[in-house]
Nanobody
């Protein structure tokens, strides 16, 4: 049974940092692309970043240079380091795992499994 559990969200001031973590279980993470998506109130879900099994990374333009996705296959963990946070980064952040063999993309059309989400609020 595939399970994804996010943690690390919270309230942070503008300019601050957070590190989101996603613990994966029920499958071998090495064989799957992963990603982070977010959804702000009243907005559609947005792809933030994704990472292929060979290490290709993709970022939406608004987070380039500020966010970094990483993974530890041995620990079955996926991370999103978020620096220089802005109020517009406020959203529920979801960890995602793509179907096996799929090249990841920020549209999320081939996501096979989702986490439950963790709230990130950037406010002074």
């Amino acid at each position: 049974q595939v399970q994804l559990v996010e943690s690390g969200g919270g309230l942070v001031q503008p300019g601050g940092s957070l590190r989101l973590s996603c613990a994966a279980s029920g499958f071998t993470l090495n064989y799957y692309a992963v990603g982070w998506f977010r959804q702000a109130p009243g907005k559609e879900r947005e792809g933030v970043s994704c990472n292929s099994i060979i290490g290709r990374t993709y970022y939406t333009d608004s987070v380039k240079g500020r966010f970094t996705i990483s993974r530890d296959n041995a620990k079955k963990m996926v991370y999103l380091q978020m620096n220089s946070l802005k109020p517009e980064d406020t959203a529920v952040y979801y960890c995602a795992v793509f179907y096996r063999g799929v090249e990841p993309d920020l549209k999320g059309g081939y996501v096979g499994w989702w986490g439950q989400g963790t709230q990130v609020t950037v406010s002074s």
